[in-house]
Nanobody, 129 residues
Framework: QLQLVESGGGSVRPGGSLRLSCTAS????????IGWFRQAPGKEREGVSC????????NYTDSVKGRFIISRDNAKFSVYLQMNDLKPEDTAVYYC??????????????????????WGQGTQVTVSA
């Protein structure tokens, strides 16, 4: 079964940091662009960041630019999201997924088709004083 598994969430105070991991099971991520998404209570899921497969270019939603860093280690079948200076509004369940690309650039659009058509369990991030 091909899947991505999220981990690394937790509870931190504002200004704190967390590092999320997204690890592939059943496939190598080398040829896939991967994105991080989040869903806060009562809100729609939104794209946070993505990283392309080839040259590792990255993209971030405006609210996390300068605070979050996405990276990948293909040898470890993993993509990471380093989250710094966390704010209460970052509280959400965070998901990773294979995303669509445009001219080898990643987009924060879920690919949504087999064999990567399902979301994982996600990992909870809570930022509060």
């Amino acid at each position: 079964q091909l899947q991505l598994v999220e981990s690394g969430g937790g509870s931190v105070r504002p200004g704190g940091s967390l590092r999320l991991s997204c690890t592939a099971s059943g496939f190598a991520i080398d040829y896939y662009a991967i994105g991080w998404f989040r869903q806060a209570p009562g809100k729609e899921r939104e794209g946070v960041s993505c990283i392309s497969s080839s040259i590792g270019t990255t993209n971030y939603t405006d609210s996390v630019k300068g605070r979050f860093i996405i990276s990948r280690d293909n040898a470890k079948f993993s993509v990471y999201l380093q989250m710094n200076d966390l704010k209460p509004e970052d509280t959400a369940v965070y998901y990773c997924a294979v995303v669509k690309t445009v001219q080898d650039m990643c987009t924060m659009v879920f690919i949504g088709r087999s064999p990567f058509g399902s979301w994982g369990q996600g990992t909870q991030v809570t930022v509060s004083a």
